[in-house]
């Protein structure tokens, strides 16, 4: 499962992440951000994010940081 952070001081409201995401879960803010543009936001209540990190290699502006949670009982090596 996959957390991702949107920095809006970065963010142009381009779509390039909200069309990469495998999973459909971002989309267009109706609300203006910092930047004047509408954000993208993770709608995500299901969890189904996968943490892929495809929504951050696509973004020009890297205003997407994307974490993996550890699964419980994995050990790193
Ligand atoms: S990390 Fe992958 S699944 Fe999660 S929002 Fe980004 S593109 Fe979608
Ligand atoms: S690709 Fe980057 S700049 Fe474009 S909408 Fe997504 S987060 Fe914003």
Do not use: W
């Not at 390039?16 to 995401?21: D, F, K, P, V």
């Amino acid at each position: 499962m996959g957390k991702v952070v949107i920095d809006e001081e970065f963010c142009k409201g381009c779509t390039l992440c909200i069309n990469a995401c495998p999973q459909h879960l971002l989309r267009t803010a109706k609300r203006v951000g910092k930047t004047s543009y509408h954000p993208a936001e993770l709608v995500d209540p299901e969890g189904k994010c996968t943490g892929c990190g495809l929504c951050a290699l696509v973004c020009p502006d890297a205003a997407i940081q994307v974490y993996r949670e550890k699964k419980a009982g994995v050990k790193e090596k």
